[in-house]
């Protein structure tokens, strides 16, 4: 197997995968059109992908989720 076939391998676990720093830009975007109900996994594949396959970045996004909501339920 070259080098190259090596690496594609390891990349096919999700090729749309973001990677923690994209999602990580967009994770308040991403938080604030999931707390309209609307399609952010539509809107932001890449972000959608990555979250699938990382913890840490769920969790983020369950914070700022469970933020949007306090702030909504004040005004
Ligand atoms: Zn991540």
């Known amino acids: ?5 090596r690496v594609l391998r390891f990349l096919d676990t999700d090729p749309q995968d ?8 967009l994770l308040h975007v991403y938080a604030e059109v999931l707390a309209r109900d609307e399609d952010a996994a539509h809107l932001y ?3 959608a992908a990555h979250l699938r396959a ?3 970045c769920r ?3 369950q914070g ?4 949007i909501r306090t702030d909504v339920d004040r005004h």
């Not at 973001?18 to 830009?25: F, I, L, N, Q, V």
């Not at 700022?64 to 933020?67: E, Q």
């Open 54 to 56: 990382c913890g840490p």
């Open 64 to 67: 700022l989720l469970a933020a």
């Open 1 to 5: 197997m070259s080098d190259l076939s």
């Open 59 to 61: 969790e983020d996004l």
């Open 18 to 25: 973001s990677g923690c720093d994209e999602a990580m830009e």
């Open 45 to 47: 594949p890449r972000v």
